[in-house]
Structures are given as C-alpha cells and as structure tokens.
C-alpha cells in the first residue's frame, strides 16, 4: 500500500484554529497531519500601483518556512539574501487561487495581504496554507463586513487545496513528504467550494502519465477539496 | 471568434532553423507566429554536486527575455540584481519538462544546460522555449553520440508545449499576447512525441473553469503537440 | 503608575512548552505576556571553519519576527533582501550569551543553532528568545547525553534575559511594547542561573541616566532573571 | 601575418540588416564577421530627474552577452546578482559615445534606450555595439520626424567605432577574437562621420606603446571607421 | 600587568586634530594611541521621513574602516555587498549615543551625518568614533549658530566613550587591540560631560563578571570619559 | 584663461608622504593640490586562481572615496550594496596600469593589492591614486627584496598618470574639478618614467576633437608625468 498506511483516497486529519494571532484582523493554525502552516491576513486601506483609482481591491500572499520546520534545517532565506524560486512559486500560487474566489469590485480599494508560515511541514505544506489562508481572508473580510466598511460579501466561495500523485502506479490522495519524494508524478488542485476548478497544476518529475490518470487524480482531488471545504465551513462558523 | 482571426483549433505557423549560433554543441531559432526564441545547448563534463558519483547525467535550462523583445521595454534583469518571480518559474518549468524525455543513466555523468533567450514576444514564449530547446538538446546529443561519448540513445520521446486557454467561453489553441491578455483561464501542456502527459499547469486568473472544459483543452494540446512533434522531426531530420 | 497595571517589580505571566516541533533535537514555544516566541535547536555534527580541528564546539543563533507578530505588517526579510541591523544585533546578542553558559570543550567539534523566531510580540522578544533559546538547547544537549555523544554536561548553568527601564523616572522591570515605546531609558540583562552577569546593555534614546539609578536596575534584573529560571528548571525537568 | 590572415589594414566584411524587432522603434542586426549583435532603440517621452524641465533629451544605452555568444558557457548576469564590470564599462561607452552624435536640444524632452545584445561573439562587441546602435538610434528618429514630433534633425553625424591594436610589434585594424587575446596593446577609436574623434581608449595589458605606435593606429582607425560609416549610410537609406 | 605596559587606569595618548576635511560642515582627525578615526559632520536641511513636519532635527552616523587600517587586509565593505553586522552595530551606537547630547527640538528640521572612517586601528575604534564624532558635530552646529540658522545651543553636553575590559581578573581602561582579543569581558561606557550615563555595553565572551567587577570597571570609565571631555574641549575651543 | 588661475601647462602642487599606515607594507598619503588620496599596498603570499602554478604574481587595486571627500556627502557605496560604475572602472584601470610596470615573474607567485581611499576630492582623483599607488606599491616591494624574497627588482619603471583636457578651446594639464566640470573633452595619460604610454582614455561629453588637438594633450600629458615621476623618486629614495 501507500507508505503512510492510509487508504488511496484518505486523506490526513485536519484541524484549524482560529484567532491565533492577537494583531492580525483574520489568522488560523492550520494543521494538516504533521504539515502545521500558521496564516494570517493584513489589512491595509492602499492598493498597488497597478490598480490604484480602479476601484478594486487586491489579495496578496507571502509564504516562509521555519528553518526547522523541516526533517534537516534549512537556511534561513532572509540570510541568504532574497526568496529562493520555490518560495516565489508558491506565493504567487496562494494569491492568484484567493483572487480567484475574491470579488475584487466588492471588496473596494483595499488589499489583505495573507501571510502562510509553516511551523512543521511533512508535504503538502502550499495546499495547507492555501485552505488556511482562505480562513484568515474570511476571517478579515467578517470584520470588514461587522464594521460596514463593505458592504455585499466580497468572497464568491471557498477556495481549497489538496495535492494527488501517483505512487508504485496507483493514484493517491494527499500525500505526506515521504509519499511526495517517492512519487514521480504529483500536482496540486485548487478548487473552489462549488466545484469550479481554479488551477490545476501536474508535473512529472522523471516520469509521465495518461489521460486516464488524470482523470482519476481529479477525481480523487474533488473528494478531498470536499472535506477540506467542510473543515473551513466549521472553522468560521 | 477569435482576435487573431485563427479557427479555434489553429496553430499559427512555426519554423525552427538549426546551427544559428556557432560555439554552441546545438542551437536552433524556434519561430511561433511573432514569438522568436533562440535556443541553444551547452555541454559540460560535470555534474551538479547532488548526482555527483551516481553514473547519471544532468539538464537544466535558463530563461531570458531581451529588454525590447516587448511591446514596451522591460527592465533588463540583469540591472535589478535578480531573476524575477517568472523568469525563476518559467526555467525550471523548461528544465524539468526537458528532464521528462531524458535517459539520464543513458546520457552518462555530464550536464547539458538549455539557453532560451526570447529575441521577440508575442504570446507563449514558455512553450516555443521548450519545443526549440529540445531541438538544441537533441543536435547536442548527435553531437556526442557521433563522437561516441555516449552509445545509447539517452533522447526517449520529444518534448514540445503549447497554450491553450478559454476566451469569451471558447477553447482556444496557441494563444497569442492579445489573446493570452484577454484570456481569464490559460494553460501550458507538456507532452512527449509518444502522446504521454509530462505537465499540466491551467490557471484561472478571476475565473474559473469546469472539468468539461478541462478535456476539450486536452483535445486541443493533443492537437497542437502533434503538429509541433513533427517541425522537430523535420528540423533534426 | 505603570501603563500595563503591574506593579513596578512584576513580572508578565510566563510559560514554556516543550517539544512543540518534532524535527527539531530541542524545542519549545516561550510566552511571555503576549510575547510568543517558537525556538529550536538543529544539532550539525560540524563546525565553522575557524574553529576546525580545536575540539571545541559551537552554538549559534538566528532570530526572525513572522510579518504579521507586530501590530502592523512588517515587510518580510526575505523580501527585502537581507536582514535588518536590528535582527543582525539580537541574534548575535543572544549567540554570545547562550555560549556564556556552555562548556565549549566538553560539547566537543559539533554546532547547535538556536533559532528564535517570534510569533507574535508585545515588547521584550530578544529576552523572551534567550530564555526560550535555553531551553530548546538544554533539550539538545539533554539528547546528544543520553546518547552517550556527550560525557560531561557542556551546559554550566542557565542563561536567561531580562528587560529593565526607566519610565516617568521609575524603574520597571519586564516592559511590554507600551511601556516600551515610552520608556526614555531601557536594556537588556542577561544572567546566569548562578548570578554571574554574562552581559548588560543600556541604553538612552534621547535621555540619560544616573549610577544610582542603574544599580536600582540591576536588582529588578536579578529579581527577574531568578523567575525566568524557575521557569526554565521546571520546563526541563 | 596575422593569425585571420588578413591584410594588417583588412576590416572583416560587415552587413547591418534593419528592421529585425517588431516592437521596437528601431532595430537592427549587425554583423561584424562572426561578431552578431542585434541593436534596439526604445523611446520614451520622459527623461531621467537630472535634465527634467532641461527642455533636453537623453541617450542611454545597455549591453547584454546572451551566455553561449561566447565559446565556452559564461553565467548570466541576471543570475549573477548584478552586471559584471565589464559590461557596466562597455554600455557606459556606447552611451556616451552615441551621445557625442546627438544634439539633445533638438530631441527635446525624451529618452531613446539602445540596447545592444550580443548573440555572438568573436572580438570587437563594443565597436559593433556602437555602430550598429546608431543604426537603431537613427531609425528611431527618423520615426520622430516623420511623425512631425522632431522638426530638426538631432543627429549631427554618424557614430561608429573600431579596434586597433598591436600584434608581434605590427598596429592590425579590426582584431577578432583570437587576434584581440593575443595582442599586448589594442584599444578603441570612436569617430563621427565627420572625421571627428569621440572617445579613445587606448591600453596596454603588460606592455606599452609608443607615440608613433599611437599615430598609425589612428591612421587605421580612420580607415576603418570610413567604411563603416559608408555601411551605416546604405542600411538607413 | 597588562600587555602594553600602561597602568590599569591609564589611558592612551589622545589627539584631535580639527578642520582636516575641506568640504564637511565640521570635521576632526582623531588619534587614541594607534587607533586613528577621521570624522566629519555633513548637514542637510531635510531629515528622515518619520519626523518630517515635526520641527525635530536628527543626528545620524555612519562608520567603515580601510581595508587595510587593520593588521591584515580586511575585505572593502563595498565589495562584499553589504555593511557587516559588526559595522551596523557600531554605527547604530554612534548614532543614538550622539542625539543622546542633542536637543533636536533646538536643532530644528535639519539632519546631521556624522561619519567615521578608521584609517588605522588599534582597539577602541567605536569609542574613538564617538569621541572625535561629536567633535565633528559640535564644529557644525558652531557653523549653525554663527549663521544665525540655530538661535539656542542644541548640544546639551559633550558625548565621549571607552572601552574597559577584565584582563586576567584584573579591570582595565582602553584596551588596545592585544588587550582587547584576550579579555574575556569587555565593554563600551558612553557618558555625557556632565557624568550622566548614555549608553553601558558589557559583555563576556565565553565567561562572566560579577556586580562587584561591573563597579569597578564603571569607576574605570569615569575616570577615562573625563579625561576625553577634556581633550574634546580643547580641541574645539 | 582657466578658472584655477594656473597657466595652461601647469600642474597643481604635489607632495607625497611615505609611512602613514603602520600595518601596510607600503603607504603613502599624496596630495595634488586639494585632492588627497591614501594609498596602501598589502602583500599576500597567494595569487588568483587563473594564475596559480604559473609562477607569476599579481598586483590588483581597489578605490573608494569617504562620502565627505566630495562637495555634498556621497552615499556610501557600502550602504548601497555595490560599487558604483565609475568606482569599478577606476580601479580595474588602476591595477593595469601598475601592471603595465610590472616584470610579474619576477614578483613570484604573490599578490599585492594596492588600495586608494580618496579623503578628500578636487579632480583628478584617479590620476593621483595611480601615481601615489605606485609609490606604495615600490615601498611594498622594496621591504620584499630587503628581505631576500625577491631577488630581481620587479618594478620596471614608474607609473604615473595626469589628466588633460579642452577647455574653452585650450588643452589644459592636471583639470582642478570646477575645470573637469567644464571642460566637454577630456582624459587621462598613463605613462611609464620612460616615457613609454600605457593607458589614453579621452572622451568627449557632448563635444569632439581633432587628432591636432589630441598631440597638444599629448604633449602636456608628458609635461606633466615627468614632474610626478620626478616627486615619485623623491619620496620612495
């Protein structure tokens, strides 16, 4: 079976908590398995350059990890001198997917800037933070919304994330950094809440696959964002 | 229908001349429509530190564009002290996807890094960067097979990409700039010459897209793919 | 009197909670007050260049603040290129004062980096990362013995940090941020559990002070630190 | 004789194809035997801060190696973090040297960038830099003035350059590469179309010249930059 | 006794040589012992973004040493992209020290840079830079006020430091460089002319010091400060 | 007649004193008229890797000038995390002139750098850097043959540099800044003590010039250098 011992398309317990940063207008602590990412969302009433006077707002995100929040330390990336290309990948990710379920009119000229810091990673840790960072952007936007500042409800859905692979042949849902390095061929979906898919992103690292997988990885995919929705419904209740 | 006036399915024309550039073991000018990409690939007898020892070899590739291969002028990169977040993305998409048609234990303890540097743009630069970069790996190859450095094939299938995306609710192939801008869901597929998937990256920018729409950009990759398999079979003949 | 209530000597609430990060050979998360600081200790069996071959160990640290652990969003180091002369000041505060307490010879040629990194603060976070810093590398080194690595324990006593100041012409022990800000004169103490002073810094923006009024200081510091040791004997235990 | 064995006095044959880059305002693709640099000229209608409200206009110009221009790989300067010395003196060169041909009076208030990117190299970079950088320049005015933007013409003369040295105790005009390693002394002659010199850049690596050395390689210099000025004048006629 | 053979109260030779840089506001060449500093004060009549409008001025520093001021030849700062942590500290230091004299109110919105170049070092740089800094300060503010652009004197006190060290159980005053590398405790005092405390930085590396030590060494750096005051006097009489 | 009050061919007053840094192993302070330069030269038993086993030395340099030597202050350029252009042009020109006087297997396999700290500035920084890099450099080699390391002198002749320039229509020697500013040509003459040239680099700002007036700069360029060479003897005898 799969290294973890969970069943293909099991996926990891998964927990958040909320309000966990006493400065942030939205935060949670996300933990998916041993994958634990720390979200915060930041208001700020200016917007960049490029949309200033247009009316809408922007959401933006930034993503570090802990140097030990890794198996072996790794260097700290404010000592090596700028964000490592990994890093700038997926902070790009996590804001484009947010934007995705962000009605940008409604939200008005201001930006929320979600912060994703994994304390702990064990695989996954981009798909954790963007499930958690969309708690922290819906945590920011209720006060927003409790305080009048805007009006119709800016989020369209939810926006959530789980990684698929294929391992010793067989598709797998959510693995965990043991099952990730073995795999040689994984990706990551992002789905809203009402089943639109956001962005799909498959790679195969010495390796390849089929049409048919495919379709079994998305299937697997939508069974997972579906229990990741429900664990963020429960989370801003 | 659509702002270049192609049918939904057509690709603009492509040519890929070789030998352009003389100090490089391969090299081709790869030309998709307006979108001119210069590649070539140089070899090295070393490796990268972390395969060192393991008998097998390397690819990498490295991405630029030229300050005025834009409508307006970019920045250089070389003046801002860094590669930026794209650039970063886009040369490891063309390392990778390169790596997923290569015998690595075949090709021996040497590395082959893959230059794209984009002359002019004109809408899916990534993809033209990876199709003539094949073209250069695969003449570099020749090159070593016919001195005998190396004795199998280490070239398993071709690799070649291309664009797709939705525009006013219809699937397109091979987008251009004005419709790559128009686009809110576009993607890059990576196949090999053989029909097997290497990578799938489709992302909605304030959008987002259904698992129908999903197969009939697969349809339409499958399509393009073919069609650019056999200008690199052409080109290499 | 003071702006948090307390009474001049009082010190905030303190807790340590170990082993939070199971990567990490030692670990714990320091509150002090709404100071929140994650510290690890990485164990490399190497040492920097200047002392290789001299049989001494070495133990390091570095310090960070999440963005979003200030009130408002600071800008992310890695972001900005570098590290601050205020972040290169206090981890190289509290490297110095954590080797104060160590018994580099009988660590023997191995490193230990402490990294501090502060989840959210309200004043005092380079003392909250000393005290805290402590405990994840008596955790450490608690491990390397009882694996027999170590024979005598390179651990002389502990080490813990303390902020003093003079706020309206009284001296105060333990400033949160409001006090902080507000204070014309204020430094850090960094003590021994054994009572030796291992490093003090005073400092005035825009104010000065006196030596009676130092010496008034000094024994807050003592008062303090003796708390924080407490603190830190009971977490170990 | 010379190691290309041409006559000392031989320049190597020299084509300017223009028009080569669809987006920018002027362009052309200079070849200098195997040296091929492909020149841009980018207008803008601002200038930099220091002649703002001057009622002048500004020349600059930027130079780039594509990295196997070269016969072994060199490192990209955007991965490097900064451009090298040599690149910063060489574009500082052609700036400068362009500037001396332009009366920034009569171009009013706008910038025109020429970027000069070497796609291959065999001696001589710089020289056909410049003279094919006015080609580009030259074009971009001529579109100013069609477009009734420019009234008098703010070239004075054209601006070509060429290298000298001196080989086995004999001055050779136009060194290749193979020429240029081994000479002890070779340098630069800038000159307009009207005979007029701009800039020398005479220098000797670990041996000297004399001053009637000096007089035949300007004799050279005069003979070469006539032809390329003849060049110049017939590719923007 | 002590490695250069002076007392254990007795300080180096001081000199202050005053208008040695023809362009600065003020400026002087300090020497203590072989430790010689060149400082000058630069005035502008703008201050930082966080106090503009606030009709506050700001006294700032910075500091850097020759590569070769030191036994052997030290990498230029310049070079290595970057002002170390060391140097960052220093400067900091410098600079609140020095507005720890000022009254910025009586300044009015101008800014002083104060800075300080070692040109041979010997121990006690940092100190030396302070002393001879508000020197260079005081020759500029002079320049203010026999302008009449400043009416009330804004230098509230002289500003001098030194260092004080433990030297086999022994306290020192200005420890030179051999002094400096072998004692386990040493610190910086920085006290105003009238005898209030600035600034007090003790620090043991690798071992401790006792409160009994820390009077002693405080008695040490009254001692030591009056005598620069009135070296500081003297010079700018 | 020019702005300095000087006739036309006459230098500004030189003085060179030796011995001014007591760890290097050759110094100087030069001063030509108010520009002051500091020139060290430091030994180094081990060359560049390019040349390692070659049984060859090498000389290099470095320049910098004190952000107060100018007029307004400077930024520092180790704040602002490179050398600028100029700084690196400056000193690659330095180290090839030194070289230009150098016999470098008759150095043996060391490296000297030569460093030159521009205190205080007037025009003609880098002229004077050359000509008191020099005098540095020979006081460095002459503590090298005293010591037997070196047994044929490798010093050659004496390098010395002065700039010329057009202004108003005249040459002009040894340009004063206020002159620099104004002059639209101008450059600077490395020449070795007999008489050979090393180095011409003249450049016109906006102007031209003819090959008549080029032998007029000539001609006071070797006015000029004889006087240098002459005070270069002076101080090193």
Excluded at 174 to 203: C, H, K, T, W
Excluded at 209 to 219: I, K
Aim: net charge neutral.
């Amino acid at each position: 079976m799969r290294p973890s011992g969970r069943n293909l398309s099991e996926m990891r317990p998964v927990s958040i908590e909320t309000g966990v940063m006493r400065h942030a207008e939205g935060s949670c602590l996300i933990k998916v398995g041993h994958t634990h990412v720390l979200c915060s969302a930041s208001l700020e009433e200016r917007v960049p350059p490029f949309i200033k006077g247009s009316g809408q707002g922007w959401v933006t995100a930034e993503y570090g990890m802990l140097p030990r929040s890794t198996s072996s330390r790794m260097r700290r990336e404010a000592t090596s001198g700028k964000q490592g290309g990994r890093t700038v990948e997926i902070q790009r990710l996590i804001g484009r997917s947010l934007r995705a379920g962000v009605d940008r009119q409604a939200l008005g000229e201001r930006q929320i800037t979600v912060d994703c810091d994994v304390l702990q990673a064990d695989g996954g840790t981009r798909c954790a933070a963007i499930t958690g960072g969309w708690v922290a952007l819906r945590l920011a936007v209720n006060k927003l919304m409790k305080a009048g500042d805007v009006k119709t409800d800016p989020l369209i859905s939810e926006v959530a994330a789980v990684s698929c692979g294929i391992y010793a042949g067989q598709p797998l849902l959510d693995l965990d950094y043991p099952e990730d390095s073995e795999a040689g061929v994984d990706g990551n979906f992002i789905l809203r809440g009402d089943g639109q898919l956001i962005e799909i992103q498959m790679s195969a690292e010495g390796a390849t696959f089929s049409r048919a997988q495919m379709a079994e990885l998305m299937d697997l995919a939508e069974t997972g964002v579906s229990q990741l929705v429900e664990a963020q419904r429960k989370a801003v209740a």
